[in-house]
């Protein structure tokens, strides 16, 4: 009988809940859970820290409201994937850290920071700041999610369909985010066009690829 059903038993006992299948599969074809869970992580670490700082750095694009409306985009969308990544961490067996510094500290890409100190009077120092200065920020965040969401890809690719899906559809979002910031910066401080060639989302923060299914409006 069981030949007729090659799937019902496997190396996980039945009704064992310390062990999870959805795991053993992915041992079983050479990629070892628990390092992609921590890599997962880190990685979402980076698009919550993003989109804080994102948050600054839009607020500091007065007098470009195009700028401002782009980099919401990309600030939506990382809080998106952030959204979309959180629960395979659970799957695999893992958990996000208990402390906001632990999780800001282990993300996989550097912080982006507005690029001049504060002040001392609860502001920045704007008398250096740029809207060039601050679109180089950006850039650069979008390129270290590109190579961090790359990485996740190569380790899933034909193992874990399910990492996979999810990074690829990252990964296609943030390649857009780059075209965005270098169109955008290729202009402000080259005076160079540079096409994206994108339009703007139809609503700000789309995440076309990456969203959740919408439970409810805040989602
Ligand atoms: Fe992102
Ligand atoms: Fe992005």
């Known amino acids: 009988m069981s030949n007729d059903k090659p799937h019902a038993a496997g190396t996980v006992d039945a009704g064992e809940t310390s062990e999870r299948v959805g795991m053993a599969v992915l041992r079983e074809r050479g990629l070892e859970p628990e390092v992609l869970r921590e890599k997962l992580i880190d990685a979402i670490g980076a698009e919550f820290t993003t989109y804080y700082y994102y948050t600054n750095l839009?607020?500091?694009?007065?007098?470009h409201e195009d700028y401002k409306e782009i980099t919401e985009d990309a600030r939506l969308e990382d809080?998106?994937?952030?959204?979309l990544v959180a629960p395979r961490v659970y799957e695999l067996g893992g958990a996000l850290p208990n402390d906001i510094r632990e999780f800001a500290d282990r993300a996989s890409c550097p912080d982006a920071a507005v690029p001049v100190p504060m002040a001392g009077d609860g502001g920045f120092d704007?008398?250096?700041?740029?809207?060039?200065g601050i679109l180089e920020v950006l850039l650069e965040a979008e390129r270290c999610a590109i190579r961090t969401w790359s990485e996740i890809c190569d380790m899933t690719h034909g193992v874990d369909p399910r990492t996979y899906d999810m990074a690829q559809r990252i990964l296609q979002e943030e390649i857009e985010h780059e075209a965005w910031f270098v169109e955008l910066l290729s202009m402000e401080r080259d005076g160079e066009i540079n096409p994206a060639g994108h339009f703007v989302r139809g609503e700000p923060g789309d995440a076309p690829l990456s969203t959740n299914?919408?439970?409810?409006?805040s989602a």
């Open 58 to 63: 839009r607020m500091h694009l007065a007098g």
């Open 126 to 132: 704007t008398d250096s700041l740029s809207a060039e």
């Open 79 to 83: 809080r998106a994937h952030f959204e």
């Open 213 to 217: 299914r919408r439970f409810n409006d």
